[in-house]
Structures are given as C-alpha cells and as structure tokens.
C-alpha cells in the first residue's frame, strides 16, 4: 500500500511509465478530436495543426523531464517546495491537484455519456459513474503499480483493435475530402492549435510517476514513446475520419470517430459492425485515464499534508462525483472539457520551464548526469 513516501516496493519501469503516458492521453480526446479542430479550423489542414501540436508538446514533455530528473525520487509536490517556498508551493500544488480532480471527473463523466448512448441505454448517468468509480478505487488502493500493469493490459488490446476497425474504414476514405492542401492559407492551422493541443495533453503525469520510476536516466525516453504513440494514432485517427465524412461530415456529428466506424459493415466477420466493439476498448482506456488522475490527485493531498493516501482515496470520490454529475448535458461536459484543457495550458505551458530555470539559477536539486 502507497503512503506518503515513494515506496520502494510502489516502483514502475520505464515501459510501463511510458505506457501510462499512452494511457493518459489516449482519453476522450479520440473521440472527439475530428471535430473540436475541424470546428476551429473548418478546412481538412487540422492534420498540420495536430503534427505541429505534437512537437511542442514534445518540447514541453522534455522540459518537465529535465525539472523532474533534477529532483529524483520526488514528485511535484515534494520538489516544488524547494525551488518557489513553501507557501507559493502550496498554492501551486493545489492547482495540480484540483486539476487532476476536474480531469478525473470530465473523464468519467464522458465515459458514462457514451456508454449512455451507445451500449446502456436509459440507464442513469449517475449509476454509470458510480460503478466505475467504485472499480477504479479499488485499482488505486494497490498503488501506482498496479494501475501500470492494468495499463499494459489494456494497451495492446486497443491498438490492435483501434488499427483493425481504422483500416476496415479506409473502404469509404476519400482522398478528395483532404484536399486542397492549405488552400485557406496557414491561419487555419494556427486556430485548430488549441484543440490540438487541449487532445495531447497529458505529458504532466510524469511530475509524479517518475519519482516511481525504477530508472528515471530513463524518463526522457518514456516520454518519448508516450507522447510519439498517441501523437501517430491521434494523427490517423483525424485523417481517416476526415477522408471518410469530410469536414462538413465531421462538424455536425458530435462523437465523428464513432459515427465513421457506423458508417461501414463487414459481413462475414465476428463483428459486422465495429462502432459497439471499438467504444468497450476505448471506455477501458478512459477508465485508465480516470484511475491516473484520482490516484495523482489522492497522492497530492497525502503528501502536502504528510498523511496516508488511503482516506485521500476514498475522501475524494464523492468530490469527483459531484463534479462530474454538475453538466447537465452533452455541451456543458464539453465546456467542463475545454476548462480542463485551459487549465492544463496556463499549469503547464510555461510553468515547468520558469521552475527549471529558477532551480538553475538557484542550483536546486541535483544536476543531471
């Protein structure tokens, strides 16, 4: 069982640190993507803004590893204190955690939207949330781990899956839908940015799972991998969604990637059609994405007030609840989304990169090696 010190038994690989970056980003994001940046963008060039998304989160991603490898074995909210004061700190780490908290409940509450629809219809949305909430507490209970190997178990699992059902839809993708190739210019590119960015966020994970990590020489490379994986799936997923609905396609349908896997059948096979089979993947890979955050969130709360993480669990499971019950609809969980993705732009836009700096200058931490 975690406590408030970074167990030496409570330790991950650096696969499976980078499996759960995979697993963080690869959240709801997937299946809404095609039309957060179609909607900003409205031309087929989105794919640019999503590849230029990537590589300043990149960017981005090996900043927070070269500010956690100067602290090693400490997560945020153990290292900050040391670089800004304990009080600023304080604040600091308050963000972190009620971020991780509002993620945690957007994600659990998209889930319960989906499954909704699609596969439990008429069931309460409340009933939903509950029982996976419950589930995912019992995952966190044995500790960061635990939730890696979980991970490792559903990734597999969803590229397989996510690959098959993409190339069985390249039957209806038309080229044609992809072009002209910048013909409205390159302002377009710049307004799909945001949502872009708002999908690939998710890097931020390491300030706590690399004090877990068994070789944290090796976070850059975990990071790497986490962000290059979901980067290339995001990137396919968009351009399939687009060449098979094109942009007008895309932009009046509210779940476009679930819409394109609906829009063809293969007889013959298992499943003939693939939208159901694709959404029990894909609400395994948000139910990760939920367990991450509660578990952070938990964590952050336990080491601030040097207390077991144990109540921290249980303490913040009616908190995310209520969050996630507090959307009335579809729209408001998608406005409670873009609050997230604003909030993980001011945390970690330039934050990280002032912190390291000022450890620099006040020669905080360890030089790496």
Known sequence: MSST?????????????????????????????????????????????????????????????????RFQGKTWFQ??????????????????????????????????????????????VWAIVMTFMWIGLYLTTGGINSIARICEIILPITLVFFLVAILLSSN????????????????????????????????????????FMKSPKKGTKAMLVGITVPLVIYLITVIMVIGGLSINGVETRTWPTLDLMRSFEMQGLIFERFE??????????????????HYAASLGWSQLLKKNIRPFLFILLPVIFLIAMIPKDVSETFKLGDTVGNMSIYLFGGLPLILLLISIARKKGVKPK
């Open 172 to 211: 209806i993708f038309d080229i044609k839908n992809l072009r002209p190739v910048l013909g409205s210019g390159f302002m377009p590119v710049i307004r799909g940015l945001k949502p872009s960015l708002l999908s690939l966020t998710g890097y931020e994970i390491m300030f706590v799972a690399m004090a």
């Open 79 to 124: 290292f900050v204190p040391e670089i800004t004061g304990k009080w600023l700190a304080f604040v600091l780490s308050l963000l972190f955690i009620g971020y991780f908290i509002t993620i945690s409940a957007f994600e659990i509450r998209i889930m319960a939207e989906v499954t909704g629809l699609y596969l439990l219809e008429g069931t309460p």
């Open 276 to 293: 159901s089979l694709l959404l029990v993947i894909w609400i395994m890979q948000i139910f990760s994405t939920f367990t991450i955050t």
């Open 5 to 69: 010190n970074n167990s030496t038994h409570d330790q991950i690989t650096t696969s499976q640190a980078a499996v759960m970056i995979i697993n963080y980003m690869l959240g709801a994001g997937i299946l809404t993507l095609p039309r957060t940046t179609v909607e900003a963008a409205k031309t087929p060039d989105v794919w640019i803004s999503i590849l230029i998304s990537g590589l300043i989160i990149l960017l981005s991603g090996m900043i927070v590893v070269s500010l956690c490898r």
